[in-house]
């Protein structure tokens, strides 16, 4: 896959050489567990996947639903008819196996769940479900399966400790983007219509959510 990647990435109409690294990439995101997706055998998005014509970067190990790719090609050409740009993916939407997998790793690597989420009775929930199939001697896919039965109870009562678990989230680069480029960005947001835009800022990115059919204020301005 990794011979692969830089085909695709030029399939996909941008330059390797101008990319960072996928750990670089990963801590552009909203989630913390996402550094520690180390080794993840997702496949790049291939270009079959994304609509015809479509011009956006998505980075090696992101995910993002055939629908989200379509919205993101409309935000795209938004975007790119005011500056001549294309916007860059660094993340996607992640089912709560992968969720589990990464968050496992954040605890055996020694990291404090608890540290790192902000909701932190939901991260001491899900350590808790660790501790216990590990006391168990659970072997490590049933680890992971209790893990993720975990964060799939709490999804089912509205918790979500990454907002990448809600279909249809997704992290754009903004690191790059200038002041125009934010403000077109930000224009071609209200301009596609059903998409909830935050500006996070630790670490610095774009979070989108796009919403399937009911309509929404098209933005939502940050906390500060
Ligand atoms: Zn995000």
């Given at each position: ?110 990291g404090s769940l608890t540290k790192l989420y902000e909701d932190r009775e939901a991260a001491a929930e899900i350590q808790k479900a660790y501790d216990r199939a590990r006391g168990a001697r ?70 989108l959510e796009i919403e399937r059919d009911k309509p929404e204020p098209p933005e939502r301005r940050p906390a500060r």
């Open positions: 896959m990794r011979r692969l990647l830089p085909l695709v990435l030029v399939l996909l109409g941008c330059n390797p050489g101008e990319l960072p690294s996928l750990q670089q990439a990963q801590a552009e995101s909203c989630d913390p567990a996402d550094a520690y997706l180390e080794g993840d055998k997702t496949p790049a998005l291939a270009r079959s996947t994304l609509p015809a014509g479509a011009r956006f970067t998505v980075l090696p190990g992101v995910t993002l639903s055939s629908p989200v790719a379509t919205r993101i090609h409309q935000l795209d050409d938004a975007f790119s008819r005011r500056t001549g740009k294309h916007l860059i993916v660094v993340s996607g939407t992640r089912d709560p196996g992968r969720q589990a997998r990464a968050m496992i790793r954040v605890i055996e690597l020694g659970k072997r490590p896919e049933e680890v992971v399966a209790a893990v993720q039965s975990t964060l799939q109870a709490q999804i089912q009562r509205g918790v979500y400790i990454s907002a990448h678990l809600r279909a249809g989230a997704v992290d754009i680069r903004n690191t790059i983007m200038t002041e125009a480029d934010r403000k077109a960005f930000r224009a071609a947001v209200r301009e596609v219509g059903n998409i909830s835009l935050l500006e996070e800022h630790r670490p610095p990115h774009f979070h």
